[in-house]
């Protein structure tokens, strides 16, 4: 008999992880409704707005209380920044809050329409920052050579979008992703545009490291079910490509032998 194939973690800096699912924490009702979410997905890193998140430096609802630093592995990101200067500034702030926490997920994006990153400020913001001593997770477009570049100059993951963030239109350039893969020795985790459960999984089919969703759970009517989908749905698919997919064929072939047929 065939053994499975043996699973090796999520390795991201250092880090050890066994959940592929990243999440947000943004667009639920109330903290309340986040805590449930991020627990029914299995998630282990959670990702949060530092510009627009009490983490205590605020009266008022704190989020470390319902997400603790001691359950899950905080992923800072700079989400709201356009500029290079404003994306590190964001990073060493969280870094202030978080008593020298340095994994960081950074986006610069370009414009309020299409949330599209600003490649430039982002390579600018990346190498800044790792001089620094920061661990950088970085979302980017799907461009293979942004993708290697961002590799290069030592980012820990790079995080092409699947589509505009907010979209859940799913993957909407896979052949893309495909090369990245290819290319790319560092994790490659999908990050915007995630819709539904078959778009996680179809990601994880390609062979990326995991997946980042945030509205895709958020906006769901009943978000603590889509969580446990989701969840399910990185497990089918990271096991799909592990056990690597049928060849695709273009005639029909039996799945029964014709050989020794009776009568």
């Known amino acids: 008999m065939q053994k499975a194939v043996a699973d090796k973690p999520l390795k991201i800096a250092g880090r050890t992880f066994s959940s592929r699912l990243l999440v947000g924490t943004g667009k639920y009702r109330d903290f309340d409704e986040t805590a449930l979410a991020v627990s029914e997905s299995g998630a282990e890193i ?22 603790s630093p001691e359950r899950y592995t905080l992923l800072p990101n700079t989400a709201g920044c356009y500029t290079a200067k404003d994306a590190v500034r964001t990073c060493k702030l969280a870094r202030e809050l978080l008593d020298g926490h340095n994994l960081v997920k950074l986006e610069v994006l370009g414009d309020d329409n299409t949330l599209y990153p600003n490649v430039v400020e982002t390579l600018k913001a990346a190498e800044e920052l790792i001089q620094d001593g920061f661990d950088v997770m970085v979302y980017t477009n799907d461009d293979p050579i942004v993708a290697k570049e961002l590799e290069r ?18 993957l909407s350039n896979p052949h893309a992703l495909t090369i990245i893969l290819d290319g790319l020795e560092v994790p490659v985790i999908v990050d915007a545009g995630i819709g539904t459960a078959s778009d996680a999984a179809l990601a994880m089919e390609l062979g990326c490291a995991g997946v980042l969703m945030n509205s895709a759970i958020a906006h769901a009517k009943q978000p603590i079910l889509m969580a446990g989908a989701m969840r399910m749905a990185i497990e089918a698919g990271r096991r799909a490509y592990l056990a690597e997919r049928m060849p695709r064929r273009v005639r029909a072939n039996p799945s029964s032998p014709t050989a020794g047929l009776i009568g």
């Open 46 to 67: 959670v990702t949060f707005a530092v510009r627009r998140t009490n983490l205590g430096q605020d009266e008022g609802p704190n989020l470390l209380d319902v997400i």
């Open 153 to 170: 100059i030592g980012c820990c993951a790079v995080m092409p979008l699947g589509s505009l963030i907010g979209s859940g239109l799913g």
